[in-house]
């Protein structure tokens, strides 16, 4: 299974690696519930989760953020098929794939930091959509690296709040999840 | 036509086959109870709604048919928690109906409101809350097929008060489409050509057999498969009587309570072919020290995720214990191997453990032996009983020392380990075979947990035979503390209360009570003579323990003998 590497940080050599697994459930009241509590009812993490409808209105699809090795992964897979809302599953990291996530980021600016800010804003290509006195709302969108590279150059400025929507997948090519 | 949620409430159950429910009414099940009263199939009113459960589990045991049971919402709904996490831990097939507060109320904190879906939500196979009446008759349908199809297991259905009564028309739907759920029955012809080539080739081979055999009806195939192949068989507490315990090829149970000659045959095999079983921590005791000498590892599961959960698995085969072994035995067949003599020299080897090590116990003068007690129901028993059991002492011991013949004969909560179990599934076990014996083995412990439910037996003067080997204590929890910490024996001594025979007597049933080893014999032949509920206290020695025993933590190998 090929891993989803973050540059910068090496995984232990037990073999755990973070993976994106995109899972395509019926649209219906407590299969949110029913896919979260059999990550805790099972001791997997969640480091992210991003739900919502497809093209089809009574299919959703959900795409969670979890690390373990591979024997970790493989019931992770196992236990989510077994669900009778869970149409599929696919691990994301073992093919080609693209990847974004929305970050909304409040950072200070100060006025000697205000044209630092805006600069930045413009290499990563984001948005400043709330402008106040001494703070600036930033939306980035982009992959994993592109913001991580962002938060790490406006923290030296100054971060008050941060909130992300964890990423969100899809199969490189012409196959469709269903 | 148009009918109200209540009346296609029993319509669907009676399209469904169903002869027999499990109930204890309340207020927002009232309009169900009404239309139930006139319903051809039969209630039987519990008196907890944990008994009601276990009933129906007992019934689906017994049967293979889905058990079903009835509820009240609120503290009738919490109360069948136990039952189904019971049902949900052995994969078996019960249908749980709860009612619910009326919709507009859901969420309100109203009387009697419980949130049974999101509490259930980890130990059902499925579930469902029914909101509209429309809805109703699909969701039924839905339920039971998938409480008996692919790896069976319990699915709750939430029916609020207003849905019972609204009106709507009745179709009940031809078939079920459930776009996430296609369990795989045939298993993949390539490995199975290659299980076959690896069970030829292997010297010391075990069959591994549990629960899931037994669910799948797959004993015919598994004594042919035995037969043809000369390869001995070890079965789990789930898959007692899944192979008759007194063929030749039998090893008896293996595990944290299983006979020696069984677990060393799985620490010295060189293949094991687990059969719809699960690698349970009672059965393999330390993993890294597990199967140590197996080159190979065969094992047919219906349930995928239970394959290379526990232990790697090198020859993995998805799909129906019964349709997977009958296309095993056929590419096994067409091999042409003579497999006369095979295996010859691991049977002896086997045998000799036997000899070595049996199941022993001495029964003296005085104080009369549980094991003894097992050995004399077992003697005693006709060859189509069905024994049901607690948990503890008596069930292990009811486990190693009791012959079993035939497949759903041996009725016990294995995965949960629940005390209180043995009544009621008795009593759903009487009700599904009116004219067997059904023979309840309970410890004093575990009899008091469910006592209540004598009730019923007598209500509907269902014969079934309960004996309790009474020995005053929580036996298994004492037999720790004796071994592990120090004989402190913590709340663990129950005491001479209650007097059982007066207590089945106060309930209309008939006591009897042995105390002395030459009482056991014709005391029993009494007790399984006497008609209607009948209670059999034998007063057993407290210092007795289950041997083999593997401790927690240690390797199967490393089994604590007498």
Redesign the interface.
């Known amino acids: 299974m090929r891993a989803r590497e973050a540059p910068g940080q090496s995984n232990d050599d037990k073999g755990v690696r973070q993976h994106i697994i995109s899972v395509l459930?019926?649209n219906r009241?407590?299969v949110l519930?029913?896919v979260a509590?059999?990550f805790t009812?099972r001791g997997f993490n969640i480091e992210s989760l991003a739900v919502a409808e497809t093209e089809d209105p009574t299919l959703s699809r959900m795409t969670i953020v979890t690390g373990g090795d591979a024997?970790i992964i493989?019931?992770v897979t196992?236990?989510l098929?077994?669900?009778?809302?869970?149409?599929k599953v696919v691990d994301l990291s073992g093919e080609h794939f693209v990847e974004r996530e929305l970050m909304l980021v409040k950072v200070r600016a100060e006025p000697e930091q205000r044209a630092e800010v805006l600069r930045i804003t413009d290499i990563f290509r984001g948005n400043i959509i709330d402008v106040s006195p001494k703070a600036y709302v930033i939306e980035v969108t982009g992959d994993a690296d592109k913001i991580r590279a962002f938060i790490d150059l406006v923290k030296p400025i100054g971060v008050l709040e941060i909130v992300r929507t964890g990423p969100v997948a899809l199969s490189r090519g012409n196959k469709a999840i269903s | 036509m148009k009918k109200c949620g209540a009346e296609i409430f029993v319509e669907c159950l009676l399209k469904e086959g169903v002869d027999a429910i499990f109930g204890h009414p309340g207020g927002v099940v009232l309009k169900i109870y009404d239309v139930l009263l006139d319903a051809p199939f039969r209630h039987f009113l519990m008196r907890h709604e944990q008994s009601a459960v276990h009933a129906a589990d007992g019934y689906a045991r017994a049967t293979g048919k889905p058990g079903v049971c009835l509820a009240t919402s609120g503290p009738g709904a919490t109360n069948c928690v136990t039952g189904l996490v019971t049902a949900n831990m052995d994969s078996i097939p019960i249908l749980v109906f709860t009612g619910q507060v009326p919709t507009t109320v859901i969420g309100n904190d109203a009387f009697q409101e419980a949130d049974i879906f999101g509490i259930t939500m980890p130990c059902v196979k499925h579930s469902y809350v029914v909101r509209r009446v429309e809805e109703l008759a699909r969701t039924i349908k839905e339920a039971f097929y998938i409480a008996q199809s692919g790896k069976p297991g319990p699915v709750l259905v939430d029916i609020p008060k207003d849905v019972s009564q609204a009106e709507t028309e009745f179709t009940y739907p031809r078939e079920v489409k459930l776009r996430g759920y296609a369990p795989t029955y045939a298993g993949h012809s390539g490995q199975i050509r290659r299980a076959a080539k690896a069970l030829a080739l292997a010297k010391r081979p075990v069959l591994y057999v549990g629960g899931g055999t037994v669910s799948s009806n797959a004993s015919p195939e598994l004594l042919e498969l035995a037969e043809l192949t000369h390869i001995p068989v070890t079965t789990t507490l789930l898959g007692l009587g899944s192979f008759p315990e007194r063929h030749e090829l039998s090893m008896g149970m293996l595990g944290m309570h299983g006979t020696y000659w069984a677990n060393m045959s799985m620490c010295e095999g060189d293949l094991i072919f687990a059969v719809g079983a699960r690698f349970d921590d009672r059965v393999t005791g330390r993993l890294d020290a597990f199967a140590s000498q197996a080159e190979t590892i065969i094992h047919i599961d219906i349930d995928p995720s239970s394959i290379g959960k526990n232990v790697r698995t090198d020859i993995p085969i998805v799909g129906d214990v019964k349709t997977v072994l009958r296309a095993l035995i056929d590419e096994l067949k067409s091999l042409k191997k003579d497999w006369q003599g095979d295996h010859h020299e691991w049977l002896q080897m086997i045998a000799a453990w036997a000899v070595q090590h049996p199941l022993k116990y001495q029964q003296g003068e005085e104080a009369v032996k549980g094991q003894y007690v097992i050995e004399t129901i077992s003697k005693l028993a006709p060859d189509d009983a069905i024994i049901t059991t607690g948990v503890g002492q008596h069930q292990m011991w009811a486990a190693q020392f009791y012959k079993f013949r035939h497949p759903r004969s041996f009725l016990t909560s294995g995965g949960l380990g629940t005390m209180g179990y043995c009544l009621p599934a008795s009593i759903g076990a009487q009700v599904a075979f009116p004219n067997r014996m059904v023979i309840g083995v309970d410890g004093d412990g575990s009899f008091q947990m469910t006592s209540h439910e004598l009730a019923t037996a007598v209500q509907y003067q269902l014969p079934l035979k309960i004996v309790i080997l009474n020995n005053y204590y929580l036996g298994m929890v004492k037999q720790w503390q004796e071994l592990f910490y120090n004989k402190r024996y913590s709340h663990s001594y129950l005491g001479t209360i209650p007097d059982y025979v007066k207590l089945a007597e106060a309930y209309g049933a008939t006591g009897f009570r042995a105390t002395k080893p030459h009482e056991v014999l014709p005391t029993l032949q009494r007790a399984f003579q006497t008609p209607g509920p009948v209670v059999a206290e034998v007063v057993i020695d407290s210092e007795e323990k289950v041997y083999p025993m593997v401790p927690a933590g240690a390797a199967l190998r490393e089994m604590v003998l007498a």
């Open positions: 459930v019926e009241v407590g519930a029913r509590g059999l009812g024997r493989e019931q196992k236990q098929n077994k669900l009778i809302d869970v149409i």
